[in-house]
């Protein structure tokens, strides 16, 4: 994961790495590559210029990889829709305003299809945690 941030530091964002111990999963890492570019391009896109933090942490039981923002965040109501194909928070189908509606929805399908959950949730903060859960293993 070392040559994501390598490529978003020379794009000039800023990815600050929080890792805590070292986690143990099976995991198909092209799959896993796909969701984490989709969660940080949304993630930069509306930091507003702010870095963007990734986070990990990991019990026995499972792995959680978190990508944390500074933007505005989700309207609670539309936590759950922004997952869906083609929802957009801005109805204009403007690319300057934002893509297609599909970035969310295909992390959501990924990981559905990979047993693993996508936790969208606002920021005490400001901004959004767009968190994956991955069954770990205890070995």
């Not at 092209?30 to 990991?58: E, M, Q, S």
């Amino acid at each position: 994961m070392d040559d994501i941030g390598a490529t978003l530091a020379k794009a000039g964002k800023q990815l600050v790495v929080e890792a805590g111990s070292p986690c143990r999963a099976v995991i198909n890492e092209l799959v896993l590559r796909r969701i984490l570019n989709n969660l940080l391009d949304n993630a930069f896109h509306y930091a507003g210029g702010k870095p963007v933090g990734l986070r990990l942490h990991c019990t026995g039981s499972r792995v959680q990889i978190c990508v944390l923002d500074q933007g505005t965040g989700i309207p609670e109501n539309q936590l759950d829709k922004v997952l869906q194909p083609f929802y957009r928070l801005d109805p204009s189908r403007n690319r300057g305003t934002g893509g297609s509606g599909l970035g969310l929805a295909i992390v959501q399908q990924l990981a559905q299809f990979q047993g693993w959950k996508i936790k969208l949730k606002n920021r005490t903060t400001g901004g959004l945690s767009a968190c994956i859960e991955i069954p770990g293993t205890s070995d």
